[in-house]
T-cell receptor, first 116, second 112 residues
């Protein structure tokens, strides 16, 4: 089975540009998580969805960040406008919420974002 | 503020030795615990999950959970240079959400 798929794997952009990161969760999983990882701050949860509905976006740093999940197999994280301090690796993870599941999360390969 | 604490390391062990990685958590009611391995430049990979007090073994890995003392550990037997990575401890939040709270990770170096 395919794991979590993210695109692009690398993104280099200039300050002020719009950036869109994409994620396809594991088929059958109904929870999706967006994380950001930097050396300074470690792994931070930005937002997560359950059954395509945003549940907790308290980790989204500011209004420049937005996330959507229009269906069970696709999510986007958008940064507009981007700033150099947004440079990080962005991970998407998914998990299944069946009745007896303990909700193991599986990570995608990540998108390395560099904002110049 | 719910917290998961790990020693950042690096923890250096010789090849063939047992590596012991520790994690403490602040929320006494936590029920689900996970260890992830992250190689440099790669994504976190789930290697162990544990939910009950005691030991859980999987190959060279053993997870240990002590809820009374609020710690969870990961033992790696017969450590290999390929085990050199950062190990992240994660605890599932119990407030009715499905969030994980991650520690900052312990960097393990296995010396050949």
């Amino acid at each position: 089975d395919a794991g979590v798929i993210q695109s692009p794997r690398h993104e280099v952009t200039e300050m002020g540009q719009e950036v869109t990161l994409r994620c396809k969760p594991i088929s059958g999983h109904n929870s999706l998580f967006w994380y950001r990882q930097t050396m300074m701050r470690g792994l931070e949860l930005l937002i997560y969805f359950n059954n395509n509905v945003p549940i907790d976006d308290s980790g989204m740093p500011e209004d420049r960040f937005s996330a959507k999940m229009p269906n069970a197999s696709f999510s986007t994280l958008k940064i507009q406008p981007s700033e150099p301090r947004d440079s990080a690796v962005y991970f998407c993870a998914s998990s299944s919420l069946s009745g007896s599941s303990y909700n193991e999360q599986f990570f995608g390969p990540g998108t390395r974002l560099t904002v110049l | 503020q719910k917290e998961v604490e790990q020693n950042s390391g690096p923890l250096s062990v010789p090849e063939g030795a047992i590596a012991s990685l520790n994690c403490t958590y602040s929320d006494r009611g936590s029920q689900s615990f996970f260890w992830y391995r992250q190689y440099s430049g790669k994504s976190p990979e789930l290697i162990m999950s544990i939910y009950s007090n005691g030991d859980k073994e999987d190959g060279r890995f053993t997870a240990q959970l002590n809820k009374a003392s609020q710690y969870v550990s990961l033992l790696i037997r017969d450590s290999q240079p390929s085990d050199s990575a950062t190990y992240l401890c994660a605890v599932k939040d119990i407030s009715g959400t499905y969030k994980y709270i991650f520690g900052t990770g312990t960097r393990l170096k296995v010396l050949a």
